[in-house]
Structures are given as C-alpha cells and as structure tokens.
C-alpha cells in the first residue's frame, strides 16, 4: 500500500510555451527532492523526463512524462508537458489529470502563442492554475514587463507571492510575501498591493481587515489552498531552474500550498444505465474509479497504460475493468510512473498516479472501475488534426506490418488519426502539423520496423455532366463460330446534386430482351466508378437505355456490358461533362490584427467568407473553400500568424470545378493514362 494518503497527493502540470524551462524545472525538483541522485540535463541526455530517442535528439519535449518525488510528507506527481502546440494532446491529457496546472512563463520572452492555449484549456477544463515565471537568470529577463504582461492577459487575479532579488546576472534569490523580510526597494509597491490582493481571496479575513485586523501570515496560507482551488487566486512564482535559484521555495509551495485531490471539486462521471450525473468520492474506502489518460505503444511491453485513480484502490491483483468494452483484464504490472524507469507498486489510492501493462484493451480516455459500481468518465476534448499525407509502405515487409502497427500509433496518440479515403484508394494519416507526422513516421520504423513512402494526398474529386446527351454503340464481332453482338441507345441527363447515378429501363416492344439489359447497367455502372474524362469516379447522373437491337444466335451479356459502356462514355462527352471538387467549411480563429491579410488570402484561394465573429480577443472567421486549396494551409497559417492562428475544417458539398483548373486535371490524366499503356 502506499506510504501516504490521498490529503498528502499533489498532482501538478508543467506546461506552457516550448522553451519555457517546464523539463529543466522538473528535473530540479526531483533532484532537489532526492528522488534522483544525480540532476538531470537536456542538453546531456540524462533528463528524466526527455527520455525518447527523438527528444534527445531534438533536444525538446515531445510526449508527456511523469515521475514522483516527496516533500515535506507531501506525494508530488509531476507532469511534464511539451510546449510546442504540435503536440498539445499531450498537454491536454496532463490538464485533465491533475488539480493543478502550473503555467510556465520565460522571464526573457514573456507570454507566447502556446501559453495562451493551455491556459484557456486549463480554464475550460476546471483545474487550479499558478503562473512560474523562469529563466530569471537570463540577461534579457524583465519580472517588471513579464508580470505586466500576465496581468493584461489573464487577469487581476494574479498575484505575486514571491518577489525577486534582482534579475539577469543579478538574480540571487526571491523573498516570500508571507515572510517578515522586507520586500526589494523596487517592488516595494508591488509587495504592498499583492499582500491586500491576498486578504480577498477568503471572506472572513476580508471582513477582518476592513475592519482594520490585519490577516497574518498563517491565516493567509490556511486559506491559499481552497483559494487556489477555486480559482479566486492564480499565485506567481519566480525562479531560475537553472541556477537552482528559487527552486526551494518553488518546491515547498507546491507541497503546502496547492491543493489535494480531496480540495477541489469531485470529478463527476456518468451512470452508463441511467445516463445521470454521479460521483465518486475520492476516499480509497469508495468503490474503484479512474481514467486512462495516456497510452503508449510499445513492441515490448505490448501497451503502458498511465490511470488516474478517482475512487477507492487499485490494486496489481485484481483484473481491471473496462467499462468501455465491458471486460475484465489481468495486468501485466503495476507501476509508479517515473520517466523510462517506472517503479514496481502493489496499490494506487484514490488521486494518485500509477501505469499498468499490457492491457491492450485499454485506450487514452478509458473508464476502469468496479464492475459492481460502474461509472462512466467523459472523454477529453482533443482539436481534430488538420495536416495530412498519404502514405504506402516501402516493402512487402512492411505492408504485413503496417496496418496493425498504424492502428497501435493511433491508439496511443488521440491528436493521430488515418483513414482509407473512398475517393481515392489510398491510406492517409493525418495530424497536427508536418513535425507531428514526422515523429510519428519516424516511430513507425523505430518501434515497429515499418518503413513508409509519403506524398501529398490526392483531392477525391468526382466527374459529372452538366448537359445531356444521347450515346450509341453497335458492339459487333465476328470471328469464327458464333460472333458477338449488341447494341445500345441510351441518354444522360444531370441529376440533382448528392443524388447519386440513377439507372432507367425505357425499352419497348423487345428491341432489347430483359436479360440484357442488368449487363448493360453493369458496363455503364463499372465505368462510372472508372471515371470517363479524367479517371474520377461519376456521380449525379441519370442513364436511360431506350433502344437498341440484338442477334438472335451472336447476342450475349458481354455484348451488351461492353455495349452499354461505349454509348455512356460516347453520351457523357458529349453532356457538358465536368469535374466535382469538395468544398469544406472553414473555421479559422486568429488576433484581430490578422484579419485583413487572412480575408484577402481567402479571397484569393477561392474563399466565400460566410461570417465573423468575436471572441475574446481573438476573430473568428467561416467561410467554404475548395479543399484543394487549403491542402498546405497549416503551414501558411502558422507562417501568417506567427503560429497564433487555428483553424478547423468539416465537409461540406461538391462544386463544378472552374474550367481552367479542370482542364490541368484532365490533361495531367491524360498523360498518365499514356505513360502507363506505354
């Protein structure tokens, strides 16, 4: 069992912008914590938490990493979060498995584009929060700028309960609010007013101190955590990671004075039955509950699965139940996260942290929990990936490996998703932008030895007419014995758009027996899906065969199938025929200065802007697009916006492409075509 109980639990993520000094913190505090012996480096490849191949090659976070170390009685799991927003599944998971998130800020640099995403996401998900303000050793820092800066963006809320001691080269240490040191002669203003700030965040001392009692430090500090909790307080920190300067102070709050599992509000689930809210209470006497909130594919151990414990105790001897798939599993082990080298463990009480393996079963999102009380957790909110790229495997080898292993890589990643596309036959990935599907292709071949060959996805366009016409064909052969006949007179006609290929029998007085004619739909109905013009499949046409002969003795199904083909391919030629391409709704949100260049490149790609709107600080705009021009669009935003821009797309319809760009199409098929009969 553990040493500790679920009051003593503090589960806290690091996140924020990339470069912010989330992993040189961590491994401070284990060190600091003497969880480790030896303190950790990046740059070395020696962190505890940058531990995969490409992140020491990267030298920067790309998975979520957990370890654990203790103070001052306090269990304190620490979540590290990458800060590129390329991978912020990762930061998402960590968010909805902690109390509290602590927002990492460079003192040098201030507040960047990824900072404010998981500080909204943070918000909407309904963990406590807490601003760190690093790097203050570094030669451009500016606490002043930096806490200005916070404030305008996030609110009043923020309030300093350290100062520092110079910045830069001078950075020596920081001073408490609660201590009786008195604060830096420049901040002294600061000080005064965060310390009256500190008096609100509990109605009794405020009453207190209106009425001229001056809360003391104790009374503050009793009252912190459930402020934090409530959000009523956002604490600034400030510290050098580097420098080991301020990482003491940064350690003991975390311990004292965030909040425990049993300070913030139950996590409330569902009765899968009743689909009715129901709780479970964070005590390990309450039936078992908990979430999968990271998975990870490995060849070795087939699959770790990282649970937050909700309710009641998990323990290795038991089989874990999914409530997803109604089953029970024996797990492989149980195990206390830290970094690569997880601990072995017996027990998991409730608000605490363990990784189970090979557990297949188990997917990012997953309810475990007693089958005799089962409970239902929502799954998280992840943005749908937008970059995408077709992909086939290098080998034979590699095609017998590929689909298992894709389907492992998607488990494990929620912001990782492939599909076959209908349209186009081919197998496409896809994910948050071009690096996220590099680290995934490069894991494809680490992990699983499958080697992949990209190229951009081909737009599933479709061919239709936008006339009618009629076609004939006398399919007639004689080659010795009996001899092939059939012949076949047939319209088009356009159909209402979505409404697919319609087939119609109009033959009269037997010009063409009933047998023959389910061939002739089969020859027109094949080359449909063939394409006529360009090699697209056809939709929205209406075939009506209304005459026709046929030979007694030569007349066969054949005949007819191939009849039936060459009259629809003579009549869809001479219909207007023209290509479909999908158009896509568009939802981009970006800072309002922005909008102006966006608009216009809209306008440019073919863009029909349907709205505007505000929010917050930040523009909406919707509007249709042409698929095939948004197909690098990820990168061009990001370029555009400095990476402050997102957008999101769903499927709309199909228009008639313009004739200039269906003509390209058309000839570049053409071509294809040749070299291929060549």
Not at 434 to 460: E, G, M
């Amino acid at each position: 069992m553990a040493k500790y109980d679920t009051k003593d639990i503090r589960n806290v993520a690091f996140v924020g912008h990339s470069d912010s000094g989330k992993t040189t913190l961590a491994d401070a505090l284990l060190f600091r914590g003497k969880a480790v012996g030896r303190l950790g480096s990046i740059e070395e490849g020696t962190s505890v938490f940058d531990f995969e191949p490409e992140e020491k090659e990267r030298r920067t976070s790309i998975d979520l990493a957990l370890a654990s170390f203790n103070h001052l009685g306090r269990e304190i799991n620490l979540f590290d979060a990458p800060g590129y927003s390329d991978f912020i599944s990762e930061a998402i998971c960590a968010l909805n498995a902690v109390e509290t998130a602590v927002v990492c800020v460079d003192a040098g640099h201030g507040i960047k584009v990824n900072t404010r995403k998981v500080w909204d996401r943070a918000s909407r998900i309904g963990v406590a929060r807490m601003i760190l303000i690093n790097k203050m050793d570094h030669e451009n820092a500016d606490y002043a700028k930096v806490l200005t800066e916070i404030r305008e963006s996030f609110g009043r809320l923020c309030v300093p309960l350290v100062l520092p001691v110079g910045q830069g080269a001078a950075f020596k240490g920081v001073v408490s609010l609660m201590d009786k040191s008195d604060p830096p002669a420049d901040l002294a203003s600061l000080a005064a007013e965060s310390k009256e700030s500190l008096y609100e965040i509990d109605d009794t001392m405020m009453e207190e101190y209106l009425e001229g009692k001056v809360p003391t430090p104790e009374e503050i500090l009793k009252a912190l955590p459930k402020a934090i909790a409530d959000g009523r307080i956002v604490p600034v920190l400030c510290c050098s990671a580097k420098k080991d300067v301020g990482v003491t102070e940064v350690m003991d709050f975390l311990a004292k004075d965030l909040p425990s599992p049993l300070e913030v509000k139950t996590h409330n689930g569902i009765d899968p039955e009743k689909k009715e809210p129901i709780s479970r209470e964070p005590k390990a006497s309450a039936p078992l509950s908990g979430q999968v909130f990271k998975s990870v594919a490995d060849p070795f151990v087939h699959k770790l699965s990282y649970i937050r414990v909700y309710s009641g105790t998990l323990t290795h001897d038991v089989h874990v139940f999914n409530q997803r798939t109604g089953k029970a599993a024996r797990m492989g082990g149980m195990y206390k996260p830290f970094g690569k080298d997880p601990r072995p463990c017996t027990a998991a009480i409730a608000g605490d942290i363990v990784c189970v393996t090979k557990v297949d079963e188990l997917n990012t999102c997953d309810t475990v929990c007693d089958p005799a009380h089962v409970i239902h957790y929502p799954p998280y909110e992840f943005p749908t990936p937008m970059v995408s790229l077709a992909v086939e495997p290098k080998s034979k080898q590699d095609l017998a490996r590929m689909s298992e292993s894709v389907h492992k890589m998607a488990a494990s990643d929620p912001t990782f998703r492939f599909h076959r596309d209908v349209g186009t036959a081919e197998l496409v990935i896809s994910g948050m932008s071009t690096l996220h599907l590099d680290i995934v292709i490069h894991r494809l071949k680490r992990k699983f030895d499958v080697q992949l060959v990209t190229h951009p996805p081909k737009i599933a366009l479709k061919e239709t007419i936008l006339g009618q016409a009629e076609g004939h064909y006398k399919h007639k052969k004689q080659s010795g014995g009996r001899g092939q006949y059939g012949e076949v007179y047939l319209k088009v006609r356009p159909t209402t758009r979505g409404e697919g290929f319609k087939f119609t029998d109009s033959i009269t007085q037997g010009r063409i027996p009933q047998q023959f004619v389910p061939p002739i739909e089969k020859g027109v109905r094949e080359t449909c899906d063939r394409g006529v013009i360009a090699g697209y499949p056809v939709v929205d046409v209406e075939v009506e065969v209304f005459d026709g002969s046929y030979h007694d003795v030569d007349s066969g199904p054949e005949s007819f199938k191939l009849a039936g083909s060459k009259a629809f391919k003579e009549a869809f030629k001479a219909a207007k025929p023209a290509l479909l391409e999908p158009i896509v709704n568009i939802e981009i949100v970006v800072p309002a200065q922005h909008m102006g260049h966006l608009t216009g490149d809209l306008n440019s790609r073919r863009g029909r802007i349907q709205g505007m709107d505000a929010q917050g600080n930040l523009q909406v705009i919707r509007a249709q697009i042409p698929m095939k021009e948004i197909m690098t669009y990820s990168t061009d935003l990001h370029s555009a916006t400095g990476g402050e821009g997102s957008y999101s797309i769903e499927f709309s319809h199909y228009d008639p492409m313009p004739q200039r760009l269906a003509e390209e199409v058309i000839a570049k098929s053409t071509v294809h075509h040749k070299e291929e009969e060549e």
